[in-house]
Protein backbone atom coordinates (compact mmCIF):
# COMPACT_ATOMS: atom_id res chain seq x y z
CA UNK A 1 0.00 0.00 0.00
CA UNK A 2 1.35 3.43 -1.09
CA UNK A 3 1.83 5.39 2.12
CA UNK A 4 3.22 9.23 3.07
CA UNK A 5 4.05 10.27 6.52
CA UNK A 6 4.70 13.35 7.52
CA UNK A 7 6.48 14.37 10.74
CA UNK A 8 8.69 17.31 12.09
CA UNK A 9 5.95 19.92 13.03
CA UNK A 10 5.67 21.98 15.52
CA UNK A 11 5.76 25.52 17.28
CA UNK A 12 8.82 27.74 15.78
CA UNK A 13 9.71 31.55 16.62
CA UNK A 14 9.63 33.70 13.99
CA UNK A 15 13.24 33.39 12.54
CA UNK A 16 13.93 29.90 13.21
CA UNK A 17 14.41 26.80 11.69
CA UNK A 18 12.47 23.61 10.96
CA UNK A 19 12.75 20.52 9.18
CA UNK A 20 9.81 18.60 8.32
CA UNK A 21 10.02 14.39 6.97
CA UNK A 22 8.19 12.61 4.67
CA UNK A 23 8.69 8.72 4.93
CA UNK A 24 7.27 6.59 1.96
CA UNK A 25 6.19 3.31 2.21
CA UNK A 26 4.85 1.36 -0.85
CA UNK A 27 7.10 3.16 -3.47
CA UNK A 28 10.96 4.16 -4.01
CA UNK A 29 10.73 8.18 -4.04
CA UNK A 30 14.16 7.60 -5.96
CA UNK A 31 11.90 6.87 -9.19
CA UNK A 32 9.16 9.69 -8.81
CA UNK A 33 9.04 13.22 -8.54
CA UNK A 34 7.77 14.55 -4.78
CA UNK A 35 6.20 17.95 -3.70
CA UNK A 36 5.59 19.68 -0.86
CA UNK A 37 2.16 21.71 -0.41
CA UNK A 38 1.02 23.54 2.27
CA UNK A 39 -2.76 24.97 3.80
CA UNK A 40 -2.81 28.28 6.27
CA UNK A 41 -5.26 27.62 8.69
CA UNK A 42 -8.75 28.38 7.14
CA UNK A 43 -6.68 29.02 3.77
CA UNK A 44 -6.72 27.01 0.30
CA UNK A 45 -3.66 24.46 -0.95
CA UNK A 46 -0.21 26.57 -2.22
CA UNK A 47 2.30 24.18 -3.71
CA UNK A 48 5.69 24.71 -2.01
CA UNK A 49 8.28 22.62 -3.61
CA UNK A 50 9.01 19.94 -5.97
CA UNK A 51 12.61 17.50 -6.42
CA UNK A 52 12.47 15.90 -9.71
CA UNK A 53 13.96 12.14 -9.60
CA UNK A 54 17.14 13.93 -11.06
CA UNK A 55 17.47 16.03 -8.47
CA UNK A 56 16.56 19.46 -10.05
CA UNK A 57 14.44 21.04 -7.72
CA UNK A 58 11.70 24.32 -7.84
CA UNK A 59 10.44 26.22 -5.10
CA UNK A 60 7.24 28.65 -4.61
CA UNK A 61 8.32 32.35 -4.79
CA UNK A 62 7.18 33.18 -1.20
CA UNK A 63 9.60 30.11 -0.06
CA UNK A 64 12.22 30.28 -2.90
CA UNK A 65 15.66 31.64 -0.67
CA UNK A 66 14.46 29.73 2.61
CA UNK A 67 13.44 26.83 1.89
CA UNK A 68 15.24 23.92 0.85
CA UNK A 69 13.87 20.28 -0.26
CA UNK A 70 16.13 16.85 -0.42
CA UNK A 71 15.65 13.85 -0.17
CA UNK A 72 17.47 10.11 0.94
CA UNK A 73 16.89 7.17 -1.18
CA UNK A 74 18.22 4.76 1.69
CA UNK A 75 15.75 6.31 3.86
CA UNK A 76 12.99 6.51 1.22
CA UNK A 77 12.30 9.89 2.61
CA UNK A 78 11.60 13.26 1.33
CA UNK A 79 12.62 16.59 3.28
CA UNK A 80 11.90 20.35 3.64
CA UNK A 81 14.22 22.11 5.40
CA UNK A 82 12.70 25.43 6.76
CA UNK A 83 14.70 29.01 7.76
CA UNK A 84 14.02 32.28 8.71
CA UNK A 85 10.45 31.29 9.43
CA UNK A 86 7.56 33.99 9.19
CA UNK A 87 4.31 33.95 11.07
CA UNK A 88 3.21 33.76 7.36
CA UNK A 89 4.16 29.98 6.98
CA UNK A 90 2.06 28.68 9.61
CA UNK A 91 0.38 26.02 7.83
CA UNK A 92 -0.54 22.40 7.58
CA UNK A 93 2.47 21.18 5.68
CA UNK A 94 1.73 17.82 3.51
CA UNK A 95 3.60 16.01 0.79
CA UNK A 96 2.64 13.98 -1.95
CA UNK A 97 3.67 11.98 -4.92
CA UNK A 98 3.79 13.80 -7.73
CA UNK A 99 2.62 11.73 -10.86
CA UNK A 100 4.02 11.62 -14.96
CA UNK A 101 1.17 14.80 -15.42
CA UNK A 102 1.99 16.44 -13.05
CA UNK A 103 -1.03 15.24 -10.74
CA UNK A 104 -0.60 14.77 -6.86
CA UNK A 105 -1.81 11.35 -5.31
CA UNK A 106 -1.64 10.37 -2.37
CA UNK A 107 -0.31 12.71 -0.04
CA UNK A 108 0.61 12.22 3.53
CA UNK A 109 -1.86 13.25 6.58
CA UNK A 110 0.07 16.81 7.12
CA UNK A 111 2.40 18.01 10.01
CA UNK A 112 1.20 21.86 11.54
CA UNK A 113 4.29 23.87 11.40
CA UNK A 114 2.82 27.13 13.75
CA UNK A 115 5.71 30.29 13.45
CA UNK A 116 4.73 32.47 16.56
CA UNK A 117 6.40 34.07 19.04
CA UNK B 1 2.04 33.33 -12.81
CA UNK B 2 -0.60 30.96 -13.87
CA UNK B 3 -3.74 31.75 -12.71
CA UNK B 4 -6.72 29.38 -11.53
CA UNK B 5 -9.87 31.02 -10.40
CA UNK B 6 -12.65 29.01 -8.81
CA UNK B 7 -16.23 30.03 -7.33
CA UNK B 8 -16.13 30.35 -3.70
CA UNK B 9 -19.19 28.37 -3.27
CA UNK B 10 -21.54 25.97 -4.98
CA UNK B 11 -24.48 24.35 -3.38
CA UNK B 12 -26.76 21.69 -4.80
CA UNK B 13 -29.76 19.56 -3.34
CA UNK B 14 -29.25 15.97 -2.63
CA UNK B 15 -29.35 13.45 -6.03
CA UNK B 16 -28.80 16.79 -8.23
CA UNK B 17 -25.94 17.79 -10.00
CA UNK B 18 -23.26 19.96 -9.15
CA UNK B 19 -20.71 21.70 -12.01
CA UNK B 20 -17.48 23.08 -10.38
CA UNK B 21 -15.73 24.89 -12.87
CA UNK B 22 -11.73 26.60 -12.85
CA UNK B 23 -11.09 29.19 -14.89
CA UNK B 24 -7.79 29.98 -16.47
CA UNK B 25 -6.26 30.95 -19.68
CA UNK B 26 -6.39 28.57 -22.41
CA UNK B 27 -6.54 26.19 -19.60
CA UNK B 28 -7.80 24.27 -22.08
CA UNK B 29 -3.95 23.02 -23.64
CA UNK B 30 -3.30 21.95 -19.96
CA UNK B 31 -3.89 19.01 -17.46
CA UNK B 32 -6.15 19.47 -14.96
CA UNK B 33 -6.21 17.75 -11.97
CA UNK B 34 -9.15 18.01 -8.69
CA UNK B 35 -8.82 17.28 -5.46
CA UNK B 36 -11.56 16.75 -3.08
CA UNK B 37 -11.03 17.77 0.67
CA UNK B 38 -12.99 17.57 3.70
CA UNK B 39 -12.76 18.99 7.24
CA UNK B 40 -9.22 18.01 9.51
CA UNK B 41 -8.05 15.62 6.18
CA UNK B 42 -5.40 15.35 3.69
CA UNK B 43 -6.62 16.13 -0.46
CA UNK B 44 -7.56 13.32 -2.17
CA UNK B 45 -7.36 13.08 -5.84
CA UNK B 46 -10.48 12.89 -7.66
CA UNK B 47 -9.96 13.41 -11.07
CA UNK B 48 -6.75 13.61 -13.25
CA UNK B 49 -5.83 14.35 -16.75
CA UNK B 50 -8.67 16.50 -17.48
CA UNK B 51 -11.54 13.46 -16.99
CA UNK B 52 -9.60 9.86 -15.69
CA UNK B 53 -10.90 8.92 -12.24
CA UNK B 54 -8.81 7.08 -10.27
CA UNK B 55 -9.98 3.43 -8.60
CA UNK B 56 -12.03 3.84 -6.05
CA UNK B 57 -13.26 6.73 -7.22
CA UNK B 58 -17.61 7.13 -8.14
CA UNK B 59 -18.63 7.20 -11.54
CA UNK B 60 -20.20 10.10 -10.51
CA UNK B 61 -17.48 12.32 -10.70
CA UNK B 62 -16.21 12.88 -13.95
CA UNK B 63 -14.28 16.07 -15.61
CA UNK B 64 -13.98 17.88 -18.56
CA UNK B 65 -11.43 20.81 -20.22
CA UNK B 66 -11.89 23.34 -22.79
CA UNK B 67 -10.78 26.54 -23.98
CA UNK B 68 -10.45 28.52 -20.96
CA UNK B 69 -12.69 26.68 -18.56
CA UNK B 70 -12.45 23.08 -17.07
CA UNK B 71 -15.49 21.54 -14.63
CA UNK B 72 -15.75 19.33 -12.55
CA UNK B 73 -19.02 17.41 -12.11
CA UNK B 74 -20.73 15.36 -9.84
CA UNK B 75 -23.77 13.85 -10.76
CA UNK B 76 -26.74 12.49 -7.90
CA UNK B 77 -24.70 14.46 -5.36
CA UNK B 78 -24.81 12.88 -1.62
CA UNK B 79 -24.60 14.43 1.58
CA UNK B 80 -20.80 12.59 1.93
CA UNK B 81 -19.93 14.73 -0.94
CA UNK B 82 -19.73 18.08 0.99
CA UNK B 83 -16.15 19.23 0.89
CA UNK B 84 -14.06 21.72 -0.51
CA UNK B 85 -12.67 20.80 -4.19
CA UNK B 86 -9.54 22.61 -5.97
CA UNK B 87 -8.40 22.23 -9.36
CA UNK B 88 -4.40 22.17 -9.99
CA UNK B 89 -2.77 22.33 -13.09
CA UNK B 90 1.41 22.81 -13.91
CA UNK B 91 2.48 26.10 -15.58
CA UNK B 92 5.06 25.27 -18.14
CA UNK B 93 7.02 28.04 -17.72
CA UNK B 94 7.95 28.13 -14.30
CA UNK B 95 8.11 24.63 -13.09
CA UNK B 96 5.56 25.23 -10.56
CA UNK B 97 2.41 23.54 -9.55
CA UNK B 98 -0.86 25.90 -9.37
CA UNK B 99 -3.72 25.19 -7.19
CA UNK B 100 -7.15 27.10 -7.81
CA UNK B 101 -8.05 28.76 -4.44
CA UNK B 102 -10.71 26.02 -3.85
CA UNK B 103 -14.76 25.51 -4.20
CA UNK B 104 -16.52 24.74 -1.13
CA UNK B 105 -19.71 22.25 -2.26
CA UNK B 106 -22.78 22.49 0.18
CA UNK B 107 -25.29 19.77 0.18
CA UNK B 108 -28.64 21.16 0.93
Known amino acids: DVQ?????????QPG????????ASGFT???????????????????????????NTYYADSVKGRFTISRDNSKNTVYLQMNSLRAEDTAVYY??????????????????????? | SYVLTQPPSVSVAPGETAKITCAGNNIGSKSVHWYQQKPGQAPVLVVYD?????????????????????????????????????????DSSSDH????????LTVL
Not at chain 1, 4 to 12: F, N, P, T
Not at chain 1, 16 to 23: E, F, H, T
Not at chain 2, 97 to 104: A, C, P
Open chain 1, 95 to 117: CARDRPTNWLDPWGQGTLVTVSS
Open chain 1, 4 to 12: LVESGGGLV
Open chain 2, 50 to 90: DSDRPSGIPERFSGSNSGNTATLTITRVEAGDEADYYCQVW
Open chain 2, 97 to 104: RVFGGGTK
Open chain 1, 29 to 55: ISSDYMSWVRQAPGKGLEWVSIIYTGG
Open chain 1, 16 to 23: GSLRLSCA
